[in-house]
């Protein structure tokens, strides 16, 4: 079997050693860092996202993949950094304004590097202007935004008020997740996509920066 | 500890079997059966001649109790083993004996054909929470002489797992035990290896039929289990009293015990029933009556007490419909013979008297039993302790997702049911389509069909088995059974 594929099949098994052991290979093997990130990584990953979806896998099946992932990249990324390899998006990720709940916003965090985004994760009770300065600073194209109270929920309209209001809601996208916000309220404060679980925000983020 | 759900003190119990021998001895037990009738006069039993009375000794219950089985064993039809029936051992097996089906399509009953019952057969094969199959209803496209043995052929054909069945008359008994030989090989294999549970049923109050008490002896003969199905009807065929129902039961149960073990000691045997509460509004049998389901629960500790393994028609429902009161009455009734530990819980699939089966109820119910075997397992420390560890794991990590801990112990400690149960967000469940309950049960019904293998009983005994019931099919004057592509 030829290495990529290789690589890919052990990370959907969750064997995070044996990634990083052929990542190496490969490298060694001057195979293009892109073509073992597309190819080798990201091909793993995709497929464990849509045995999740379709139930035959559970939670901690993705996570053990998305270990493995990370356990390739973080000997492919210095590479794709000097070859100028472009990530394929940087997201921002935090909880909203007085919200100390963050373990849904994890898991999305988890869930999107394991789909290979860059993930600069705010931690919790995240100011609407922090949102914006970290994405701004980092070049980032998506914020993702997380809340559990009722009453913290409005925050998420102050960030992207904020982002109308420098006339960066065209290049920032917004995402919004949580228990108590909806496809609705998504449309309402005008945020660009909801997503409904882990999974779902990682499809609505490729789909927001159009690489699905 | 594995929980468990008592209703009698050892002192009732006690009460309530010598108040049932009493019973048997003193007024006696109606059996219209002459070789029957013979055969306990010959251990003693006084015989009313000309009436089909008899007066049972004390003799003559303590020898049938002393020879029963404690435990017994089904195996599939290949030969493996699938059920131990004893202690608080808890097994499923679908309501038997419907008379309709009903319709997904049409949301009415109907009679059901050769091609539902395979569909049924398909289906079972595939549940996992349901360890046997029942011959569950009557195909209604060959006579009624052999739609009792056509179901057994059909179920023995189609699916692997063992087979709660019975006769409609003297005469099936025979093709029925032939069909289970031409599985095993010979009298002797099938005695070792028992294929087939038959229910044979007393009369409420005190009566056995020529037909069911010659099927025990048959059954006997043979070594083929037998659960007695006593059925007394609370305030009309049997006291108004739970208590006073139980007696009755006890009764009844054990004058059938005293044929089967009298004729072939030994012989295995549950001690099971389907009684109920007399609904004097309706005039009619509430399975799903939370007295009903009491009595199940305590005449299967009276069967305990005796050191028998146990049988009760009650994880079921009187619903018209698949709908709530389908899914509650079930559920209650699944639990509760789950937490007293009866050991072949019959009902699946089953609606409105026991007359009706639902394929979609029957894969909603099998998770209904997924749900309570898991809640009979318990609670149980597994390397919880020292907790700290763990704990300072969660702290450092954030979650515990990928824990060993939790990978080791995921799945035996949640368990995860199939599709029919919605467990997804709001979101998620319309993006999927938004199914209601019936159309999740439906789909999985059309999956697993699609998803049937054949049962691996080679080909020339599946030939045989055709060979037999073609044979029969003619003897009462069919040319030909219904196709079965």
Known sequence: MDILKQIAENLRQGNDKKVLELTKQAIKQKIPSKEILDNGLIAGMNVIGEKFKAHEIFLP??????????AGMDELKPIL???????????????VQGDLHDIGKNLVGIMLKGAGFEVIDLGNDVSPERFIEVAKKENARVIGMSALLTTTMLGMKKVIDLLNKQSLSGEIKTIIGGAPVSEEFAREIGADAYGYDSTSAVECVKKLIKIS | MRPVVKFLEDELIERIISEAR??????????????????????????????????????????????APG???????????????????????????????????????????TTDYINYTKVVSRLENIASQSTAFIPADVTEKISDSYRLYLSLLYCEKPVVTGSFTIQAFNIMKDLQLVVRGTKEELAKKPLTIFSCCPT?????????????????????????????????????????????????????LVISQLTNPGTPVLYGGSPAIFDVRYETTPTGAVETQMIDCAYNEIGKYLGLPTQAYISLSDSKQFDAQAGLESSMGATLAALAGINNISGPGMLDFESCQSLEKLVLDNEICGT???????????????????FKELLKEKHLLISEHTLRYLREEHYFPGAVIDRANRARWLEEGGLTLCERAHREIKRVIKEYKPSKLPDEIKGELTRLMEDEARRYGMDSLPSRL
């Not at chain 2, 006069?41 to 003559?60: C, M, S």
């Not at chain 2, 309501?95 to 009679?111: C, M, P, Q, V």
């Not at chain 2, 309570?372 to 763990?390: A, C, H, M, Q, V």
């Open chain 1, 81 to 95: 950094i000097k070859e100028r390899v472009p990530t394929i998006g940087k997201v921002v990720i935090g909880t």
């Open chain 2, 71 to 113: 435990s017994f064993n089904l195996y599939d039809v290949l030969g493996y083993e699938t059920h131990n029936f004893s202690g608080f051992n808890v097994y499923f097996t679908p309501g038997s004996t419907a008379l309709n089906i009903l319709d997904y399509e049409t949301e009415k009953i109907r009679r059901p054909t």
């Open chain 2, 204 to 256: 409420s109050p005190l009566k056995w039929s020529d037909v069911t008490s010659q099927n025990v002896l048959d059954c006997a003969l043979y070594s083929i289990p037998v659960e007695y199905i006593s059925m007394p009807l609370s305030g009309f065929m049997a006291p108004v009293t739970l208590v006073g129902t139980l007696v009755q039961h006890t009764a009844e149960t054990l004058s059938g």
């Open chain 2, 372 to 390: 309570t075997l898991r809640l009979i397992k318990g609670i149980e420390p597994r390397e919880d302790f020292p907790s700290l560890p763990r």
């Open chain 1, 61 to 70: 099946d993705v996570l053990l993949a998305a270990r493995a992932m990370y």
């Open chain 2, 22 to 67: 009493d019973i048997l001895c003193k007024l006696g037990v109606e059996i219209h059966n002459k070789d029957i009738l013979s055969m306990l006069r010959d251990y003693g039993a006084k015989v009313e001649p000309n009436k089909y009375h008899v007066f049972l000794t004390e003799d003559i219950i303590d020898r049938a109790l002393k020879t």
